[in-house]
């Protein structure tokens, strides 16, 4: 049981390139979101995902694309990077259903954008 | 607008020197409160669960207690390993968590 993995734990873009970062659990949970951690600010929610096939936006959603094809992946693209997307972000799952459950985090995907 | 406001941001102790850490919070209908510990180069790590004004939830050294503005996160008798920071999160529910900053704890040897 592996829990969350991100892929990948650190990537480096020029400004106006592409990525996706991966996410996967094994846990079948309904609930995956992405996150992004900066020094001084509370973690964000970029974007969210109650079930395959539904997303939907969170705090932070510009710049950012995700889908759910599947119960396990939550891929979240990049589709022209920005220095301002330079972060650390973090893939979280849940198996509550209502909304209160605790988290479950990954090791967190290191992005630097020059 | 809710908000969650943590302190000290920083804190340094002394090996079995106890100490609290603070989360204030504004959250309309309070379903939940969260507290996490996060390790350098980690993803956040879940401790506690408080669902009700008067809870209180213990792990080894920690012990988390909730009040209707408040949150404590009671450290005794510290080790180095624990050694983090410490993330709350209040949620209304819905999936709408907000994480204060955290508190960075040292526990010195």
């Known amino acids: 049981n592996a829990g969350v993995t991100q892929t990948p734990k650190f990537q480096v873009l020029k400004t106006g390139q592409s990525m996706t970062l991966q996410c996967a659990q094994d846990?079948?949970?309904?609930?995956m979101s992405w996150y992004r951690q900066d020094p001084g600010m509370g973690l964000r929610l970029i974007h969210y995902?109650?079930?395959?096939?539904?997303?939907d936006q969170g705090e932070v959603p510009n710049g950012y694309n995700v889908s759910r094809s599947t119960t396990e992946d939550f891929p979240l693209r990049l589709l022209s990077a920005a220095p301002s997307q330079t972060s650390v972000y973090f893939c979280?799952?849940?198996?509550?259903?209502?909304?209160?459950?605790?988290?479950?985090f990954g090791e967190g995907s290191r992005l630097t954008v020059l | 607008e809710d908000q969650v406001t943590q302190s000290p941001e920083a804190l340094r102790l002394q090996e079995g020197e106890s100490s609290s850490l603070n989360c204030s919070y504004t959250?309309?209908?309070?379903?939940?409160l969260f507290w996490y510990r996060q390790d350098p180069g980690k993803g956040p790590e879940f401790l506690f669960t408080?669902?009700?004004a008067g809870e209180e939830k213990e792990k080894e050294r920690l012990k988390a207690t909730l009040t209707k503005k408040e949150s404590f996160l009671h450290i005794t008798a510290p080790k180095p390993e624990d050694s983090a920071t410490y993330l709350c999160?209040?949620?209304?529910?819905?999936?709408?968590?907000?994480f204060g900053t955290g508190t960075r704890l040292k526990v010195l040897a």
């Open positions: 979280a799952s849940t198996r509550d259903r209502v909304g209160t459950g605790e988290l479950f």
């Open positions: 995902s109650v079930g395959a096939g539904i997303t």
């Open positions: 959250v309309s209908g309070l379903r939940g």
């Open positions: 999160a209040p949620t209304s529910g819905t999936y709408k968590y907000i």
């Open positions: 408080l669902y009700s």
């Open positions: 846990m079948n949970h309904e609930y």
